[in-house]
T-cell receptor
Framework: QKEVEQDPGPLSVPEGAIVSLNCTYSNSAFQYFMWYRQYSRKGPELLMYTYSSGNKEDGRFTAQVDKSSKYISLFIRDSQPSDSATYLCAVTNNAGGTSYGKLTFGQGTILTVHP | DGGITQSPKYLFRKEGQNVTLSCEQNLNHDAMYWYRQDPGQGLRLIYYSQIVNDFQKGDIAEGYSVSREKKESFPLTVTSAQKNPTAFYLC???????????FGNGTRLTVT
């Protein structure tokens, strides 16, 4: 079993739709949770960063973490064609040693928002 | 502007040749990382470095080597021992271990 599983998609939605992207993880030691957006032929860019259960909102984006279920989600409201990209979830813990700074990524979900 | 510069954007090599990918950052970050991205597999960690002159193997280090002689630079060499080197390579940096990563725009390596 992979440490982080992400719904692979691809996902195609009409402009204005609410998008839900999801990941599950297996290791309860993971305490930091991130969502990255990656446009084609570009590096990932950070969208959301959180370290606690609950919701974190930034504009049209909401990150949700449920540590009891080991489940993280990203919601995009009023989706736009410019949101078309690959979305990657990532997790890490705060242990030192060999886990220092290592992120574990999901496989990525390709999202297309059509006008 | 602060950021991470990876060069070149596209790289083509013949099988059996070593090739070095460049990564430079001007963010004054201590930690730097190399990831490999293959379709449907997310990002996998090759090597990382917390400070100058020190680096650690990641999950898929076999067939790769790195150096960290300067804080700003973390070049990756893909050796002929890497069995499947064709991939998209991403360099990243972070200020602190749990801080989010800042990524470069990658180098796409094709080996034939």
């Amino acid at each position: 079993q992979k440490e982080v599983e992400q719904d692979p998609g691809p996902l195609s939605v009409p402009e204005g739709a609410i998008v839900s992207l999801n990941c599950t993880y297996s290791n309860s030691a993971f305490q930091y949770f991130m969502w990255y957006r990656q446009y084609s032929r570009k590096g990932p860019e950070l969208l959301m960063y959180t370290y606690s259960s609950g919701n974190k909102e930034d504009g049209r984006f909401t990150a949700q973490v449920d540590k009891s279920s080991k489940y993280i989600s990203l919601f995009i409201r009023d989706s736009q064609p410019s949101d078309s990209a690959t979305y990657l979830c990532a997790v890490t813990n705060n242990a030192g040693g060999t886990s220092y700074g290592k992120l574990t990524f999901g496989q990525g979900t390709i999202l297309t928002v059509h006008p | 502007d602060g950021g991470i510069t990876q060069s070149p954007k596209y790289l083509f090599r013949k099988e059996g040749q070593n090739v070095t990918l460049s990564c430079e950052q001007n963010l004054n970050h201590d930690a730097m990382y190399w990831y490999r991205q293959d379709p449907g597999q997310g990002l996998r960690l090759i090597y990382y470095s917390q400070i100058v002159n020190d680096f650690q193997k990641g999950d898929i280090a076999e067939g790769y080597s790195v150096s960290r002689e300067k804080k700003e630079s973390f070049p990756l060499t893909v050796t002929s021992a890497q069995k499947n080197p064709t991939a998209f390579y991403l360099c990243a940096s972070s200020a602190l271990p749990q801080s989010p990563l800042h990524f470069g725009n990658g180098t796409r390596l094709t080996v034939t």
